[in-house]
C-alpha cells in the first residue's frame, strides 16, 4: 500500500529560524494536506494541496505540492514559540473512489525562546 | 462551537470489556471518518460514511469493530471483546464535499487494561 516518508522525524530550532519540512512517496497522490497535532489533541488542517505544482500559503506557512505527485514540503517562516507540535503530512492515493488520507509519521517540531 | 466533538475524551476499560464512542459532526458536513492513532505514528484510516452509507472499510477495521451512522449525521464505533492491543486515540472527521479536507475532533483516548 502507499506510504509517506517524512523528514526530518525532528527538529529543534530557536525563535526566529525558518523551517522546512518534506515529504515523499514512491506512489502519486492526488490531494496533499498538512495538519499540526499538540499533544492530546486531534490533528489541525493548516494548508490543502490539489494540483501538482500548486505553491500555497497560509500565513507565515507555505507548502508546495510536487510536480510529480509523489512529494510536498513545507515551510515555517520566523518560527515562534507556538510553532511547537507534531505536523503531519497526508495524502489521498487515486484509487476510484476512495476518500481515505494516508498519514506520514509525523516530524517533531521543538522552538527555544 | 462548531467543530467536530467526540465523548467520551478518555476511556479505560478492562481487557474483554465492549466500548463505544460517539463523533459529532460539523454541521451539513456529509462525510464522516474514523482513524485510529497510536503512538508515535500517524493517523491510520478505519472506515467512512458518506450520509448514512459506509462505503470504505479498512482491513484494519476487524470484525470486533463495528461503526455506524444510521441517520448520516452523528456516528458511534463499538469495539467488542476488547484486547489491549486496541488502545489507541480514535479520531473522527467530517468534510463537506470530496476535496477532501476533513476536519478533525479532538479524539477519544482509549486504555484497555
Known amino acids: 500500500g502507499q506510504q509517506l516518508n517524512q523528514s526530518p522525524q525532528s527538529m529543534f530550532i530557536q525563535e526566529g529560524e525558518d523551517v522546512s519540512m518534506n515529504c515523499t512517496s514512491s506512489s502519486i497522490f492526488n490531494t496533499w494536506l498538512w495538519y499540526k497535532q499538540d499533544p492530546g489533541e486531534g490533528p489541525v488542517l493548516l494548508i490543502a494541496l490539489y494540483k501538482a505544482g500548486e505553491l500555497t500559503s497560509n500565513g507565515r506557512l507555505t507548502a508546495q505540492f510536487g510536480i510529480t505527485r509523489k512529494d510536498s514540503f513545507l515551510n515555517i517562516s520566523a518560527s515562534i514559540p507556538s510553532d511547537v507540535g507534531i505536523y503531519f503530512c497526508?495524502?489521498?492515493?487515486?484509487?476510484?473512489?476512495?476518500?481515505?488520507?494516508?498519514f506520514g509519521k509525523g516530524t517533531k517540531l521543538t522552538v527555544n525562546p | 462551537d462548531t467543530g467536530v466533538s467526540q465523548n467520551p475524551r478518555h476511556k479505560i476499560t478492562k481487557r474483554g470489556q465492549n466500548v463505544t464512542f460517539r463523533c459529532d459532526p460539523i454541521s451539513e458536513h456529509n462525510r464522516l471518518y474514523w482513524y485510529r492513532q497510536t503512538l508515535g505514528q500517524g493517523p491510520e484510516f478505519l472506515t467512512y460514511?458518506?450520509?448514512?452509507?459506509?462505503?470504505?472499510k479498512s482491513r484494519l477495521l476487524s470484525d470486533r469493530f463495528s461503526a455506524e451512522r444510521p441517520k448520516g449525521s452523528f456516528s458511534t464505533l463499538e469495539i467488542q471483546r476488547t484486547e489491549q492491543g486496541d488502545s489507541a486515540m480514535y479520531l473522527c472527521?467530517?468534510?463537506?464535499?470530496?476535496?477532501?479536507?476533513?476536519?478533525f475532533g479532538p479524539g477519544t483516548r482509549l486504555t484497555v487494561l
Open positions: 460514511f458518506q450520509n448514512e452509507a459506509q462505503l470504505e
Open positions: 497526508a495524502g489521498q492515493p487515486p484509487q476510484g473512489g476512495s476518500e481515505k488520507l494516508v
Open positions: 472527521a467530517s468534510s463537506y464535499n470530496s476535496y477532501n479536507e476533513q476536519f
